[in-house]
């Protein structure tokens, strides 16, 4: 069965820097590994993704610069790295796959509860 688990979530103070891991376990048939957040009543929205095989990133472009991914694939592993943290509240970041090249969150799975990250003074 096919399985995507979140870890590393947290509170952190705003101008942070914080780790995001997700950990593919079982059977995928994808082409990119990315995160999507949703604040509370909110759409989720596409932060980035990285292509499993090659490498390529995707990032939205108010992200770029302070949010970056990267991949293990011995490990089976994608970290979301956080810098400059500023949206301040609570917001859920989903590890997701996609058999795609796309942002549109419609065409990714989803498959793990979210990791909580709460940014406040």
């Known amino acids: 069965q096919a399985q995507l688990v979140e870890s590393g979530g947290g509170l952190v103070q705003p101008g942070a820097s914080l780790t995001l891991s997700c950990a593919a376990s079982?059977?995928?048939?994808?082409?990119?590994l990315g995160w999507f957040r949703q604040a509370p009543g909110k759409k989720r929205e596409f932060v980035t993704a990285i292509a499993w095989v090659g490498g390529r990133t995707y990032t939205s472009g108010s992200l770029k610069g302070r949010f970056t991914i990267s991949r293990d694939n011995s490990k089976n592993r994608i970290d979301l790295h956080m810098s400059a943290l500023k949206r301040k509240g609570t917001d859920v970041y989903y590890c997701e796959d996609s058999t795609v090249a796309t942002m549109r969150e419609s065409k990714y799975n989803y498959w793990g509860q979210g990791a909580q990250v709460t940014v406040s003074s």
């Open positions: 079982g059977s995928f048939t994808m082409y990119l």
